[in-house]
Each structure stands twice: as structure tokens, then as C-alpha cells.
């Protein structure tokens, strides 16, 4: 065990530690969790003007649970992993019936909501209550297998099972919320994955992996696999208006509740289930990755003819105005689909 880690760690953490990350600035559970929640898979930075913006429209508890989900969707939409966000409304309606609108305090209460788990539960505990519990994100992971030269997957339960006991022990009694920012720092900024100061670590003389010359290895990667391929056929479809249509999606799935563009295997179902139009054009393949695997999308861009009786709108479908896309819950890669025809719709008229 390295000798007085708590301490060495807070004094890097006064000297070089990040203190002007707003939810550091009147901390209380509720809006650390959904720091902590943005957080997951998402850099700081990215997530700073999210974080703003979802706490100007949501500043409390009830406020989120109230909301409509396209509205906690539209503001969510571009920071990705989506399920995020329905969880977070979830979470927050359940503490409206059964929490008197408050996260509780106890971490298997808060491990029994939507979307937090064990790690969450702590980081909401430890910055807004100073508990004294332990987390383990993916970058207190990474600092603990450099530190003590823990082989294996950090993600795996075998070595998180190695991982928890050692956090907990290395805990101070005191200023746990800032040893709970510390940790994350040290991680996000010191000892990163790519290329770690370790020069300016306190802990150099004493981590492992760089006395075994070990810093590029550990923590071990994730096992590879190759990801499958999915392709599909989107259909941007505008009307003699110029509006464009868009299709909600079901309540399953990575874009469970977005509003997308109408989706199809291939473009011979596409075009059935257009009928006629006067214009059709092919436009640009485009890739996005998912975590399980990528998906290749042909988009079809369409003008009716007229104005289609066919299709009408309703809870499912609706004709959207390009102005009024920014307000609207939309997947990243057709946000910037629908962003790019605008823009062409433009320069066209100028």
C-alpha cells in the first residue's frame, strides 16, 4: 500500500486539481448525479455546456420528472448514449412517488434507481454529503491497475473484484469530496491513457507499472472483437413545403424515443413505402459506431409530389420545419444529416 496516498493525492489536487467545474459550485445530489451521469463515456468538456443547459431548463428534481421526454431528449440530443437520459427522467419520477422528490441517502436506495450503479451512487454520495465510500470509474481504474500492477480487464469482474476493496482502503477520513474529484483528475489529466506525465506524478517513485516499465500495458485493453456491420437505407423525405419528415422510434432500442428519419433495409422498401415523388437523389454513405456494432447508412433524399396523402402526421410521424430541427431529440449522425441538407437548402437560394 502506498505509504499516505489520501494525502499526497489532495495535495496534488490544491495545487493541480480542476475547481471550476460548475457542479463543484453548490454541490447537491442532484445536480452531482447528473454530472456524473453525463460524465459516463463523455468528456469534460463536452459535457460543461450539456450540463448548463440541462440544469437552466431541469434545476431540480421535480422539474425533470415533470418534463416531457422530447423535451429532455431535444436538450440530451448530440451528447449521445440516450439511454442516459430516459434513465435519468426515470429515476427522477420514481423519487417523485416514492422519494418526496429527493435522492435518497442510503447508496442501495440510490443503486436501485435507473442507471446508477455502484461507482455512481458513491460520487453522488461522496461530492454532495462527504460519505465516505469509494468509486471506481474508468479512471480510478486505470490509476489503481498503474499504481499496484493489477493485470487483466478492469472492466472484468474478476479484477474490479480486486479493484473496490483496494479503493475503499485507500479512503481518507476527511475531504472526501474533493479526494472523490481528486482521484477523477488525476485520472482524467495526469495519468492519462494515451500518454501519462509521469514525471510530474507524486506517485512516481512508488507506482509500479513504471518501476516494471509497464505504463503502455496496464491497464490491459478491453478483448478486441470485431464489430458486426449493419446497413440501412434513411429516407429524407420533404414536402412541397420544404418540411422534412421525421418518425419517432419505438421504446426499445439505442434511439428508443428519438425522432429520426424513416429507416429501411433497403431502398426498394424505402420506395414502396414512399410512392412517387418527383425528385430522388442518393446521397453520401454515412458510418456511425455504436458500442456492439456499426451502422452504415445510405440516405435517400426525396421531394413529393404535392402534398401526400399517404402520409400524415401523427403520434408517430410529424412534418418538421428546418428551423425547427435544433429543438427536436435527434440522433447525432441524423441531426447532421438533416444539419447538411439545410445547409446545401441554402446555398442553393443564395
Known amino acids: 500500500m502506498i505509504d499516505h496516498f489520501a494525502a499526497r493525492l489532495l495535495d496534488w489536487f490544491d495545487r493541480h486539481g480542476r475547481h471550476d467545474l460548475p457542479w463543484q459550485s453548490a454541490r447537491s445530489r442532484y445536480r452531482v448525479w447528473i454530472s456524473e451521469v453525463m460524465l459516463q463515456q463523455t468528456q469534460v468538456a463536452t459535457v460543461i455546456p450539456y450540463y448548463r443547459r440541462f440544469l437552466a431548463r431541469f434545476p431540480d428534481l421535480p422539474s425533470l420528472a415533470a418534463a416531457a421526454q422530447d423535451e429532455v431528449l431535444a436538450i440530451w440530443s448530440g451528447l449521445g448514449y440516450y439511454s442516459r437520459a430516459r434513465n435519468l427522467q426515470a429515476a427522477a419520477q420514481h423519487c417523485v412517488e416514492r422519494h418526496r422528490g429527493n435522492l435518497p441517502g442510503d447508496p442501495d436506495a440510490l443503486t436501485a434507481l435507473p442507471g446508477i450503479g455502484r461507482s455512481t451512487a458513491a460520487a453522488i454520495l461522496a461530492q454532495a454529503d462527504g460519505a465516505r465510500h469509494a468509486i471506481l470509474d474508468g479512471n480510478v481504474k486505470r490509476v489503481l491497475c498503474r499504481l499496484f500492477a493489477i493485470d487483466g480487464w478492469p472492466g472484468s469482474a474478476a479484477v474490479e473484484n480486486r479493484l473496490w476493496p483496494l479503493a475503499e482502503s485507500l479512503l481518507p477520513e476527511a475531504r472526501l469530496a474533493d479526494y472523490t474529484q481528486a482521484i477523477m483528475d488525476f ?26 516499465g509497464r505504463i503502455a500495458e496496464l491497464p490491459a485493453p478491453r478483448p478486441s472483437r470485431a464489430l458486426p456491420q449493419r446497413d440501412c437505407v434513411m429516407l429524407l423525405l420533404e414536402n412541397h413545403r420544404g418540411e422534412l419528415l421525421l418518425e419517432r422510434r419505438g421504446p426499445a432500442g439505442v434511439w428508443a424515443g428519438l425522432w429520426c428519419l424513416p429507416q429501411f433495409d433497403d431502398i426498394d422498401a424505402a420506395r414502396a413505402w414512399r410512392g412517387d415523388s418527383e425528385h430522388e437523389r442518393s446521397l453520401p454513405v454515412i458510418s456511425h459506431a455504436f458500442s456492439h456494432y456499426r451502422l452504415r447508412i445510405a440516405p435517400l433524399h426525396c421531394r413529393m409530389l ?11 410521424l410529424r412534418w418538421t420545419a428546418p428551423d425547427a430541427i435544433e429543438t427536436i431529440g435527434l440522433p447525432a449522425p441524423v441531426r447532421r444529416l438533416l444539419q447538411a441538407h439545410c445547409d446545401r437548402a441554402d446555398a442553393a437560394t443564395t
Open 306 to 316: 404535392g402534398a401526400p396523402q399517404h402520409i400524415r402526421d401523427n403520434e408517430s
Open 187 to 212: 485520472g482524467a489529466t495526469l495519468c492519462t491513457r494515451g500518454r501519462p506525465d509521469c514525471a510530474a506524478c507524486p506517485f512516481g517513485a512508488d507506482c509500479a507499472a513504471r518501476r516494471e
